[in-house]
């Protein structure tokens, strides 16, 4: 692949076949996203996660007909780690509740160029997006058609040349994680649209949904799960 390889020609690495699944039941699936995965079609017409997921279930399960899949929550492109679908149609309107009145805890893991000025922190911006280049620009200040953004972090582990975070966030704004790190001088390393010097040979960037706590949509148990990290030598390191 080339070292430039961009957002726009990432190649899709998963299939029904090499699945990275994380839990699986009636109800719910979830999946530890690679980069190049794409959760839901978009105008790439690039074969998206969530038909990968149908033909898993389709071929497991001997399932005539359509099968249904419901897309909870999305992640970026060149982002991995996990992502939860819905089974059952009864699943989908639970976990949509759940996620839309955050009543879910989302941990990412971010390696990063440059090391914050502090071990950890919350920051707090105002996002604007800008559809035309597909950004969000963190302002300090409330600025028109801004939506307010808030997340903590704190320093996990210090390698030669970057530094890994843990990422709790507060709300879910879009590209939210990476244009506050940016914000502050810390772009995401292989974030080339945020900051960084240069990008990963993947074309993906080190930032990786960790961890997710929720309560089942049906069982009402407590649901915890943990993705690892890709198979690379930063990530090793961390």
Known sequence: MSKNLSQSNMKIVSNK????ILHEDNHIIVVNKRVGDIVQGDKTGDKPLSDIVKEYIKAKYNKPGD????????????????????RTSKALSRMNELFSNRET?????????????????????????????NTSKAHLKEVPDSKLASLD??????LQNYTALEINLHTGRHHQIRAQLSAIGSPIKGDLKY?????????????????????????????TIIAPTPDDPIWNAV
């Open 17 to 20: 076949d090499n699945l990275q």
């Open 67 to 86: 099968v249904f899949l419901g897309v909870i929550h999305r992640l970026d492109r060149p982002t991995t780690g996990i992502v939860v679908f819905a």
């Open 105 to 133: 805890k989302k941990t990412y893991w971010a390696v990063v160029k440059n090391k914050p000025h502090e071990a950890s922190a919350k920051l707090v911006h105002y996002l604007k997006r800008n559809e035309k280049n």
């Open 153 to 158: 972090y704190t320093i996990i582990k210090e």
């Open 195 to 223: 900051g960084a010097d240069r990008s990963n040979p993947d074309g993906g960037i080190h930032l990786h949904a960790r961890k997710l706590t929720f309560v089942h949509p049906v069982s009402k148990e407590n649901i």
